[in-house]
């Protein structure tokens, strides 16, 4: 007797879809925002000093050091630093120094460290280790023999006093020497297999790729040049040769400063160098993350 089968289709309900859930926009953390307002105010106290020489270089005399705006804008005392005080003078005197002296300090600084990261020479840590313990001799402490030796040399009241001894700082050797030893060996061995020996090498192919490096320390160099005040005040005696730190403080007197003077002149002073922090401030953070200086 034939059995019967019937088919029974079991419908199976699919479970139910969970509404998604809205999306929560993450909080700032406590931490990050600690560090806004540390980042915040360490820029505000470093612009304020800046806005408040801007104010008070165009008040009028007898309110340099009243708080607010200035009663009255004036360009008096711009006008009496530029015309009254040989300034332009100093800013030449201080340009010629610190362009002369940033151009030969990156040509043998450059040189110097290349061979200290390249070339394999017996004393050459010796030799390094005596460069960068330099560094922790300050310029007031060297000053006499310093001077004494320029003296020597011939090198008072001219140029070559305010520029050759500027010239060598083992700062900027070490930072290219931490620059090359991070730099591909691969262009240099390729250059070396056409023919190229250490100058070609070093002019056509090392140096052109030096540029991040070398640009952030033109701006070191010549900030600190520009800015420069113990050694052209010792080793000037002409007025004609006087830089512009070493100007500006002909405006203060013994007894009495005019100020408002004093505070224009250095309006006029921190132009350039603000103009070339800003134009190399990106060669310089990254010269500094590639040279792994932190």
Not at 5 to 10: A, I, K, S
Request: proline letters at 7%; one cysteine or more; charged letters at 10%.
């Amino acid at each position: 007797m034939p059995v019967e089968t019937t088919d029974v289709t079991r419908t199976v309900d699919a479970p139910p879809r969970t509404p998604p859930r809205p999306v929560r926009r993450r909080r700032p953390r406590a931490g990050h925002l600690a560090r806004a307002v540390i980042a915040w105010a360490v820029a505000l106290i470093t612009v304020f000093p800046l806005v408040w020489l801007l104010l008070t270089a165009f008040k009028p005399e007898g309110e340099s050091f009243s708080g607010g705006l200035p009663s009255r804008w004036t360009f008096d005392n711009l006008t009496f630093v530029l015309t009254e005080v040989p300034f332009p003078r100093y800013l030449l005197n201080s340009a010629i120094v610190s362009v002369v002296v940033t151009a030969l300090a990156l040509l043998f600084h450059s040189m110097a460290a290349y061979a200290l990261s390249r070339l394999r020479f017996r004393g050459s840590g010796l030799v390094l280790s005596a460069m960068v313990s330099t560094m922790l001799v300050s310029l007031p402490v060297i000053l006499v023999p310093l001077f004494l030796i320029a003296k020597a040399l011939g090198l008072l009241d001219n140029f070559a006093g305010l520029i050759v001894p500027m010239i060598f700082n083992a700062f900027g050797i070490f930072l290219l020497r931490q620059y090359y030893l991070n730099f591909p060996t691969e262009l240099e061995d390729a250059a070396q297999l056409d023919g190229c020996g250490y100058p070609r090498l070093f002019w056509h192919v090392v140096l052109p790729l030096s540029r991040p490096a070398l640009a952030s320390l033109s701006v070191l160099f010549f900030l600190a040049n520009w800015n420069a005040f113990l050694w052209p005040l010792v080793i000037t005696s002409n007025p004609d040769l006087a830089v512009v730190q070493v100007g500006m403080s002909s405006l203060q007197g013994q007894y009495a400063s005019a100020y408002n003077y004093v505070l224009a002149g250095s309006l006029i002073a921190v132009i350039p160098t603000i103009l070339v922090f800003l134009l190399g401030q990106r060669w310089l953070i990254e010269s500094m993350k590639s040279s792994g200086l932190k």
